[in-house]
Nanobody, 121 residues
Framework: QVQLVESGGGLAQPGGSLRLSCAAS????????MDWYRQAPGKQRELVAR???????YYTDSVKGRFTISRDNPKNTVYLQMNSLKLEDTAVYYC???????????????WGKGTLVTVSS
């Protein structure tokens, strides 16, 4: 089995910072892409940032210049550094990885349970 555990969410003031982490464990031979999604109240879930196995990154326009995604391969961990937080960043943030299991040629997506980020004055 594969398990993703997110941490680092909480309360921040506008302009403040938080750092989210997501640690993957279980039967994993290779992690391909590592993503952060978020879902705000009344809105659809959206892709916030993605980092690939060759460290190529993607950010949605609303967080460019403020958020940074990174990964620590030996620890199977992905991070999201969030700076200059805005009220509209309030959401549940979800980690998703695409990974291969030992002896399997197919890759699969795995989701964490989410961590709440609240930006409020």
């Amino acid at each position: 089995q594969v398990q993703l555990v997110e941490s680092g969410g909480g309360l921040a003031q506008p302009g403040g910072s938080l750092r989210l982490s997501c640690a993957a464990s279980g039967s994993i031979s290779r992690i391909n892409t590592m993503d952060w999604y978020r879902q705000a109240p009344g809105k659809q879930r959206e892709l916030v940032a993605r980092i690939t196995s060759d460290i190529s990154t993607y950010y949605t326009d609303s967080v460019k210049g403020r958020f940074t995604i990174s990964r620590d391969n030996p620890k199977n961990t992905v991070y999201l550094q969030m700076n200059s937080l805005k009220l509209e960043d309030t959401a549940v943030y979800y980690c998703k990885i695409n990974a291969n299991r030992p002896y399997y040629s197919q890759n699969m997506d795995y989701w964490g349970k989410g961590t709440l980020v609240t930006v409020s004055s």
